[in-house]
């Protein structure tokens, strides 16, 4: 059997975009879900509402707000290219931006559910043998937290793997810059390659498939910390 030829120049683009949103979304994500977990702020449900949007927003039109925030007018785009000179839209960084956004959820959730599991009782036993908050995080939270962290990159980057319309919104369609996996099996489609697209498709799927697998495997020996 033989494969056809292919450019892996796209592949190789979605995995460096979906490794630095993960890296994004974790520094981002992480104090979020924190907040989320112990707030008693009245904002709380509204913030948990903002954080699932991505969830039930058809991507184009989170692609569409997106575009307009990064674009050379708008709210973020407009200071960035008066800062740097160059633009945020149809860029690797704007896709990074736009990937945070869209995969938040699904970091933020399996963080906020294991926070909430740990509870405060722990920490106010670090609290009390004299760690500071951000010690008792790195050195009890953080651990017995570990299955949402788990889930929260696997999550987060199978997911970044998959995107469509908001990349296409945001970025277009820009080899070596901006078109991702995606976007090559759309083209592969449309130029009826369907041998390339079916090749593509397959290596997304088995590679999602696999990684969800084995987050689910390490999942069930890891141990439940119910406060």
Do not use: C
Not at 204 to 210: I, K, Q, R, V
């Amino acid at each position: 059997m033989s494969f056809p030829e292919m450019d892996w120049g796209p592949v190789w683009l979605t995995m460096q975009l979906a490794g630095v949103t993960v890296v994004v979304l974790l520094l981002v994500g992480t104090p979020l879900a924190w907040w989320l977990a112990f707030t008693t702020s009245r904002f709380r449900t509204l913030v948990e509402a903002v954080v699932a949007l991505p969830i039930v927003l058809p991507p184009t039109v989170l692609g569409f707000y997106l575009l307009v925030a990064l674009g050379p007018h708008g709210l973020v785009g407009g200071p960035w290219k008066q800062l740097t000179g160059a633009p945020l839209s149809f860029t690797f960084t704007g896709l990074v931006i736009a990937s945070t956004f869209y995969s938040l959820p699904f970091v933020v959730q399996p963080l906020h559910g294991s926070f909430e599991s740990v509870g405060k009782k722990p920490l106010e036993a670090a609290w009390t043998l004299g760690a500071s908050r951000f010690d008792a995080f790195l050195t009890v939270a953080s651990p017995m937290a570990i299955r949402g962290f788990l889930s929260a990159v696997v999550l987060g980057f199978a997911h970044t793997l998959g995107e469509f319309g908001v990349v296409l919104m945001v970025g277009g369609n820009i080899p070596g810059v901006t078109k991702v996996l995606s976007i090559a099996i759309y083209d592969h489609v449309e130029s009826l390659e369907y041998t390339q697209a079916h090749f593509l498709s397959v290596f997304l799927l088995a590679f999602s498939f696999l990684i969800l697998t084995i987050v689910y495997a390490i999942n069930r020996r890891l141990p439940v910390h119910v406060s």
